[in-house]
Nanobody, 121 residues
Framework: QVQLVETGGGKVAAGDSLRLSCAAS????????MGWFRQAPGKEREFVAA????????YYADSVKGRFTISRDNAKNTVYLQMNALKPEDTAVYYC??????????????WGQGTQVTVSS
């Protein structure tokens, strides 16, 4: 079956960096676009970033543009989210997802279980 496993979350201070990884199995990784979403306490899940199947196109939420970078390694079936200059408002559970390229979470077919990122001020 399809599995998406996120790792790399943790507790950091404002201004620090983290790199999240999402390892995929059970699907033809290279034909799927991949996205990162997040859900903060008491809020709805929101789009963070997406990368096309080839890695040639990326798209970011305005709130993370210039600070976060999404990338993928199709040879390793893994997508990454490099997060720099973290802010307390970035605190959330981060999810990776596989589906068509875009920001609409309803179109994504497969989801990971999430990894917690906590940023202290």
């Amino acid at each position: 079956q399809v599995q998406l496993v996120e790792t790399g979350g943790g507790k950091v201070a404002a201004g620090d960096s983290l790199r999240l990884s999402c390892a995929a199995s059970g699907l033809t990784f290279s034909v799927y676009a991949m996205g990162w979403f997040r859900q903060a306490p008491g809020k709805e899940r929101e789009f963070v970033a997406a990368v096309s199947w080839s890695g040639g196109s990326t798209y970011y939420a305005d709130s993370v543009k210039g600070r976060f970078t999404i990338s993928r390694d199709n040879a390793k079936n893994t997508v990454y989210l490099q997060m720099n200059a973290l802010k307390p408002e970035d605190t959330a559970v981060y999810y990776c997802a596989a589906g068509p390229y875009g920001f609409n979470e309803a179109t994504y077919e497969y989801w990971g279980q999430g990894t917690q990122v906590t940023v202290s001020s």
